[in-house]
């Protein structure tokens, strides 16, 4: 199945910036498609940004024009570039992947629909 590790997570004041990495150990090009999700203590995990093989992106209205989500096919790479951080932002992120098109492009934010997780990194933001 492989990993997926996180990292480039930490704290921010409101209004800064993060970039997210997602090391997929080897198997980036064989998604359907790629996620972020987050949770929030004492809330849902919710998907933030999802990357499809085809290249194609999909956001939350939560995060739409603060972040993009990329990769790295060459480096086996997903990121997830995070403007303009609010406080709501806070939560620890996971990058998750999906080998099954039909699922993940039906339903792009249900957790069910992914395979493989990571263990999760904080993201916090402050004011």
């Known amino acids: 199945q492989g990993q997926l590790v996180e990292s480039g997570g930490g704290s921010v004041q409101t209004g800064g910036s993060l970039r997210l990495s997602c090391a997929a150990a080897g198997f980036i090009s064989s998604m359907s498609c790629m996620g972020w999700f987050r949770q929030a203590p004492g809330k849902e995990r919710e998907g933030v940004a999802q990357?499809?093989?085809?290249?194609?992106?999909a956001y939350t209205d939560a995060v739409k024009g603060r972040f993009t989500i990329s990769q790295d096919i060459a480096k086996n790479t997903m990121y997830l570039q995070m403007n303009s951080l609010k406080a709501e932002d806070t939560a620890t992120y996971y990058c998750?992947?999906?080998?099954?098109?039909?699922?993940?492009?039906?339903?792009?934010?249900?957790?069910?629909?992914?395979?493989?997780w990571g263990q999760g990194i904080q993201v916090t933001v402050s004011s």
């Open positions: 990357i499809r093989k085809t290249g194609g992106t």
């Open positions: 998750a992947r999906s080998t099954t098109t039909s699922v993940c492009y039906s339903t792009p934010w249900a957790s069910w629909a992914y395979n493989t």
